[in-house]
């Protein structure tokens, strides 16, 4: 029987890893160890659910329910003086957990703090908006939507953004291969040729940028030329790269090392 | 094998077009000298005026994230390069910098001198080449080719360091892999001495022209609100009255050591943009200045550590490896299977030319990241077309791209 290889997380995996080896843990420290921290925690706690808090590498990390995203948000904008979300995103949880955490990145340059917020939300489940609390999750969501498939709702135009619009599948998602997946493989030649002409054009020459070593009919190896069209399986002649032709004109005219100079500072 | 017809035919869906009134939309790109790079905007026009802007990105979209996941740490660092690709060692070093916080590296303080060159060189360059492009895109050939021939020295410069004019790769996990050449240090000052004088021409040649005024001011102004709420950073956002430096707010290397100024304007159009691009080389100019002397007083105190000593996750000095049998050991496993990182998250910002270039590393103990968030400060600054074009006449568009500064390798990552 063939070793079962999981389908939900089909990314690079160390081939090897020791039997006794335990990952060290970046530390956490309390939210009370920092004073601004603390406070706005308390703020926070005071209207919303918190599941979990810690402070790791100088930044908060808060841990809220899926529904009160946009009331964390518009809290900490008025209230706690984090004017700009520096980034949103998601985490592909689904061969662990079946779902998708969501961070926040906040910045308060009043402070000079910064807060992460996350949320857990099942596979399939969508995520309230914050575009009009921030502009910038109008393109920060519909990167989401395009890298993980999870939607934002209320957002007003929830559309892919990098991948073309009429792409199937979720590329950030870690069930999604490196190389691409069969719809990948194909786009171009589906779009242009149709579905139909996969097989006349087939999986050898579908790829633009191939080169085949033996085609003479469109490539020719640089100092193994052949006639063009010649079947060859190998064993081409070598034909000798001369620069400088006997007797033909000279590309150098008296070349004379003695009064050339050397110019070692460009900026003389 | 004929192609079939209407196979390609643009997909349009939130596109109508109205034979009653006089709207007319416009392609502008994704191939036009002036969008720098990969930028489609769709623009809705009545008569010269925009009144809707749609930019489409991602066609320079090659999935940096998810090569991340699939790469050893040390592997993925050539591949910052291709972010910001006119200030790459910017890139190296933000990601550096975020792995060394994730597993707590401290680095010798000539690696972080020389680091700091780099950066300052970087930027340098990268203002330079906002310059000339911005310029030759409102038309002004001359300052083109003026920003271009003293970007040239700076890549002579890098090059004479780590080989490499564009894509650098000149930094490493827990410090940088060489000393500087021993021209650096000359080249560097003899082109700083210059330099005043080379911003002053580029000056005379825009400050007073007419041409270049009626494209910069009171055109792309962008309001504090707007900025905020963009995600804007960088020049962006202290053109719009907004005095954020994280070099100065939240120090990282030996910002907090030098001296330097943060040009900043409340105005937020293009012109307050412009000369906040002028005034910050002057002030990289002085930072750089500064290096030289911390550079030579690290070689008058004999330091001369370059890499972190950690070997755990940084591998020992060549010469270690090639003569203890431990430390080739060590060497082989941090390049066959790479350094296992910590568990944990970490978001590191960093001030780039563009702006707030941060990443966000979600690492599960393995030798791959789990997960990998690059944030690149053009992305948003593309997204702030949507609102600031609308108003504006087709000719100023093409200033308003310029003075954005976006860079599609950043955008589409």
């Known amino acids: 029987m063939r070793a079962y290889t999981p389908k939900d997380d089909v990314q690079a995996k160390p081939y090897y890893t020791d039997r006794f080896y335990k990952s060290p843990q970046v530390a956490k420290y309390e939210p009370e160890s920092d004073e601004v921290f603390s406070a706005d925690l308390e703020a926070i706690k005071a209207k919303f659910e918190v599941l979990d808090a810690y402070i790791q590498v100088e930044q908060m990390v808060v841990y809220i329910n899926a529904k009160d995203n946009y009331g964390v948000l518009e809290l900490m904008r008025d209230q706690l003086s984090y004017s700009q979300l520096s980034e949103m995103s998601a985490i592909d949880w689904i061969a662990d957990r079946n779902g998708f955490e969501v961070f926040y990145q906040m910045l308060s340059m009043a402070k000079r703090k910064r807060i992460r917020i996350k949320l857990f939300i099942e596979k399939g489940q969508a995520v309230n908006s914050v575009e009009k609390l921030f502009r910038c999750a109008d393109w920060s969501e519909r990167e989401m939507f395009d890298m993980f498939g999870i939607e934002a709702n209320g957002h007003p135009f929830m559309k892919r953004i990098l991948m073309p619009y009429d792409w199937q599948g979720h590329p950030l998602l870690k069930t999604y291969p490196l190389q691409g997946d069969e719809f990948a493989a194909w786009y171009e030649v589906d779009k242009i040729y149709g579905k139909e002409a996969r097989e006349e054009i087939g999986p050898e020459i579908r790829d633009t940028s191939r080169v085949d070593r033996y085609d003479s009919q469109r490539f020719s190896r640089l100092g193994h030329e052949v006639p063009k069209g010649t079947e060859i399986t190998g064993n081409e002649p070598v034909n000798e790269q001369a620069y400088q032709e006997d007797g033909g004109v000279f590309l150098i005219k008296k070349f004379d090392k003695e009064s050339s100079v050397i110019i070692d500072d460009p900026q003389r | ?413």
Request: hydrophobic letters at 40%; one cysteine or more.
């Open chain 2, 1 to 413: 094998m004929a192609q079939i017809k209407n196979r390609l035919t643009p997909f349009f869906e939130n596109i109508t077009f109205d034979r009653d009134d006089n709207e007319l939309i416009l392609n502008f790109g994704p191939q036009h000298p002036s969008s720098h790079g990969q930028l489609r905007l769709m623009l809705h026009l009545q008569q010269e005026q925009i009144v809707k802007a749609h930019p489409d990105i991602g066609y320079l979209h090659r999935g940096m994230e998810k090569m991340a996941e699939n790469m050893i740490y040390n592997e993925f660092m050539p591949t910052t390069d291709r972010m910001d690709y006119i200030a790459s060692s910017s890139n190296n070093y933000g990601f550096a910098l975020a792995v060394e916080k994730l597993i707590g590296l401290e680095v010798p303080r000539r690696a972080k001198v020389i680091r700091m060159m780099l950066l300052e060189i970087n930027r340098l360059m990268s203002h330079l080449f906002w310059l000339a492009t911005t310029a030759l895109d409102i038309g002004a050939m001359t300052v083109f080719l003026f920003a271009f021939r003293e970007r040239e020295y700076l890549m002579d410069i890098i090059e004479g360091y780590c080989g490499a004019r564009l894509t650098h790769a000149a930094i490493r996990i827990g410090g940088v892999p060489l000393d500087i050449q021993d021209s650096f240090l000359h080249q560097l000052r003899v082109f700083l001495n210059k330099l005043p004088q080379n911003i002053k021409d580029y000056e005379d040649l825009l400050d007073t022209n007419r041409i270049w005024l009626m494209r910069m001011e009171e055109v792309g102004t962008i309001s504090t609100e707007m900025a905020l709420s963009w995600g804007c950073t960088g020049p962006m956002l202290r053109a719009s009255g907004v005095k954020w430096d994280i070099r100065k707010e939240e120090p990282y290397e030996l910002y907090d050591e030098v001296e330097f100024n943060v040009p900043w304007s409340d105005k937020g159009d293009n012109f307050a943009r412009y000369r906040i691009y002028m005034e910050e080389m002057r002030e990289t100019a002085k930072i750089l200045y500064q290096t030289i002397d911390m550079y030579q007083e690290c070689v008058r105190k004999g330091e001369t550590a370059l890499m972190a000593h950690a070997p755990k996750y940084v591998s020992a000095p060549k010469l270690d490896i090639m003569t203890q049998n431990y430390s080739l050991m060590q060497h082989f496993v941090l390049v066959t299977q790479g350094m296992r990182p910590p568990v944990g998250e970490v978001y590191v910002a960093t001030e780039s030319p563009k702006g707030e270039l941060g990443f966000f590393i979600n690492s599960q103990g393995g030798p791959y990241p789990y997960r990998l968030k690059l944030r690149a400060p053009s992305f948003w600054h593309t997204g702030l077309l949507t609102d600031l074009l609308p108003g504006h006449y087709i000719p100023d568009v093409v200033s308003i791209i310029g003075t954005t500064n976006i860079v599609f390798g950043e955008v589409d990552r």
